[in-house]
T-cell receptor, first 108, second 112 residues
């Protein structure tokens, strides 16, 4: 069975501080990992995916197969980064399995 | 990118009644899904909506409770049948286009 774990339900950091949102997964094959973000009063949207290996809005995430992790990082948090972040994985069937989400609050 | 709309955006329904949620995509998508997000919880997949055939349901979800239609590549409906207060959730549809999954804004259902 596939599972995604986000251990932090809430995370607060000050503006300009580094931020790391943790994500661990279990999957028997080779999954694709994603980070989705939901800003207040907006729909869920893709932030980044591991196969793209890109930085979006200053965020990066590296897939660590040994530790089965896909942590989301940003060196300098901004107030506009405050949102709900979901880690998710998909296998061959293409449907997403989501983690429980982390509510990030960036304080001024 | 695909733009997905849902109707209604929210509704308050009495227990025992049924509600049909519509999902419209502005382009043809290869796959469509329905998810549920219960209060304070994450998204859970209900089913994959298959064009022209019966939906594929996840464990814990059955067709009699959540009948789904997908008559073409841009439209799907989810019905929540014989509702109870436990069905109060946000229901989201999604579609895959060019290997990216896009989400609708959700339908917030409250059952009294």
């Amino acid at each position: 069975a596939q599972r995604v774990t986000q251990p932090e339900k809430l995370l607060s950091v000050f503006k300009g501080a580094p931020v790391e949102l943790k994500c661990n997964y279990s999957y028997s094959g080779s999954p694709e990992l994603f980070w989705y973000v939901q800003y207040s009063r907006q729909r869920l949207q893709l932030l980044l995916r591991h196969i793209s290996r890109e930085s979006i809005k200053g965020f990066t995430a590296d897939l660590n197969k040994g530790e089965t992790s896909f942590h989301l990082k940003k060196p300098f948090a901004q107030e506009e980064d405050s949102a709900m972040y979901y880690c998710a994985l998909t296998g061959s069937a293409r449907q997403l399995t989501f983690g429980s989400g982390t509510q990030l609050t960036v304080l001024p | 990118s695909a733009v997905i709309s849902q109707k209604p955006s929210r509704d308050i329904c009495q227990r025992g009644t049924s509600l049909t949620i519509q999902c419209q995509v502005d382009s043809q998508v290869t796959m469509m899904f329905w998810y549920r997000q219960q209060p304070g919880q994450s998204l859970t997949l209900i089913a994959t909506a298959n064009q022209g055939s019966e939906a594929t349901y996840e464990s814990g979800f059955v067709i009699d409770k959540f009948p789904i239609s997908r008559p073409n590549l841009t439209f799907s409906t989810l019905t929540v049948s014989n509702m109870s207060p436990e069905d109060s959730s946000i229901y989201l549809c999604s579609g895959i286009e060019a290997a990216e999954q896009y989400f609708g804004p959700g339908t917030r259902l409250t059952v009294t």
